[in-house]
Each structure stands twice: as C-alpha cells, then as structure tokens.
C-alpha cells in the first residue's frame, strides 16, 4: 500500500482566515519540499479528505506514472521530517522556501487555535502550547503513545484502498486520524457511521490527554446501539412504576417508618 498522503490538522476555535491561512502554507510546503526533492515533475496533490471538528486537510500525491510513486513517498517522509526538525530544533535540511512556510502553518498556534499538528502514514508531530519555543530551538515535549483503545463513531473513510479513516471521539467529538496496519483493511468492512472501539496505539497531547491519532491499528469493534424508544422496555422493572400502591398509601407507609 502506497504512503502517499499528508494531512494537516488545526485544533481549537479556526476561523475561516486562519484554515484558509494554513491551506496555503501547505500547499507552499509541498510545492517547495517537491521542487526540492524531485525537480519539476507531473505529480498531482488532490485532496483526499476534509473533516470537521478538528479542521482536518488530507491531500494524496498523485504520479503520472509508477516510477514516481517512489518521489511521492519520499515528499511525504520529507514533510514529517521537517516537523520533526521544528519540534527538535535542529538544522534544515531543505531549502529555506520549506522552512518558512512550515514556520508559518506552526505559528498560527495563537491562544485560539491551540495545536497544529503535521501526519504522515507513519508519525505524527504535534505542537500546541510550545511551539514558539520550538521555533526558537528550544526542544518541545514528546506526545505520550501506548496501546490502548478509543470509543468514537467513524465519520471518514476513504474509498481508495487507503489505510486511514477518522473517527470522533465521543468525549468532545474531535476527530482522531487512525491508521490500519497493511493488510488490516478487511476489519474496516461496515464500520461507517458506527460507534466503534477502535484498538491500537495511541498517541495523546501530553497538555490535555486527549488522544490524537490511533496507529498499527489491530481491532475494530463494532458496539451495538440501542434503538429509538427502547427505554419502554424498562417501564415495570421498578417495583411500583406501574401503580402498584397509590401515592397516599405510599406517603402514609413513609410516615408510619
């Protein structure tokens, strides 16, 4: 399975400005690590996916041919690297288009959007409050990750034989970006638009332990719901719900206590 998309993810209050902002220093830092990395080439960078709660862009490097799906992958490592290079401090090692335009989509972090965060197929950089002192070469704190499981309803999935969908957490309804291992696309099989518990190793904002991605994603269980009016069936399991003593007799049981 080709790893041939990025994706781009905005917390907080994201105004129309701020989205539109941050779509544009996108598309300068593909454009750039692109010309960096393969000169001019016809690869195409459509958009795979855009969800809400978090503003969430997914866009899918496109070849024109099967000799540059190796320079496809290659940009979409290079884009998780100079996150990890901005969040570590160290030096560039692509041209200073990249840097500035990674620069801004991290400094749009402003009280109201509170974290940005850079994925691939295979990590994930996150920066939130600290991210000016990432910018200034200070190193910013790690994103705890360990096996877990999420509950959340799954709202986004590819149709392309993709390995990620998005599920909304049922706590505060922000999407979490999950991702299959290969070969696991068969347990995806009738889980759109179900409450599911998705299983695998996730990653949390170490600020506000809220989980951010799911990884090497192993289960996917789908939880049954109950069905409109069901809460009838339990008219009668209460002993006197259905007026077995009439109010007063329960009012003078009460006092004669």
């Given at each position: 399975m080709p790893k041939d998309t990025v994706t781009l993810v905005l917390n907080g209050e994201v105004s129309l400005q701020d989205f539109s902002e941050a779509i544009e220093s996108l598309v300068a830092l593909i454009s750039s690590l692109q010309k960096d990395i393969a000169g001019k080439t016809g690869i195409e960078w459509l958009v795979d996916g855009l969800d809400a709660g978090s503003a969430t862009a997914t866009v899918r490097g496109v070849p024109e041919n099967e000799t540059q799906l190796t320079t496809v992958e290659r940009i979409v490592r290079a884009y998780g690297d100079v996150g990890l290079a901005i969040r570590s401090g160290r030096q560039f090692n692509y041209s200073p288009a990249v840097k500035a335009a990674a620069i801004r989509i991290v400094s749009?972090?402003?009280?109201?959007?509170?974290?940005?965060?850079?994925?691939?197929?295979?990590?994930?950089?996150?920066?939130?409050?600290?991210?000016?002192?990432?910018?200034?070469?200070?190193?910013?704190?790690?994103?705890?990750?360990?096996?877990?499981?999420?509950?959340?309803?799954?709202?986004?999935?590819?149709?392309?034989?993709?390995?990620?969908?998005?599920?909304?957490?049922?706590?505060?309804?922000?999407?979490?970006?999950?991702?299959?291992?290969?070969?696991?696309?068969?347990?995806?099989?009738?889980?759109?638009?179900?409450?599911?518990?998705?299983?695998?190793?996730?990653?949390?904002?170490?600020?506000?332990?809220?989980?951010?991605?799911?990884?090497?994603?192993?289960?996917?269980?789908?939880?049954?719901?109950?069905?409109?009016?069901?809460?009838?069936?339990?008219?009668?399991?209460?002993?006197?719900?259905?007026?077995?003593?009439?109010?007063?007799?329960?009012?003078?049981?009460?006092?004669?206590?």
């Open positions: 749009l972090v402003d009280g109201r959007i509170k974290s940005v965060r850079f994925e691939t197929p295979d990590i994930d950089v996150e920066f939130s409050g600290e991210a000016r002192a990432s910018l200034e070469g200070e190193t910013a704190g790690e994103a705890e990750c360990a096996y877990g499981a999420v509950k959340g309803r799954v709202q986004s999935m590819t149709s392309r034989g993709q390995l990620r969908f998005t599920l909304y957490d049922l706590i505060d309804d922000r999407a979490i970006s999950c991702y299959l291992s290969p070969g696991g696309e068969d347990i995806m099989r009738e889980a759109w638009g179900k409450l599911v518990l998705v299983e695998g190793l996730v990653r949390r904002d170490p600020e506000t332990g809220r989980a951010t991605t799911i990884r090497e994603v192993r289960d996917i269980q789908i939880i049954a719901e109950g069905k409109h009016g069901d809460y009838r069936e339990a008219i009668g399991a209460a002993s006197g719900f259905l007026g077995d003593e009439l109010p007063e007799e329960v009012i003078r049981r009460a006092r004669d206590v």
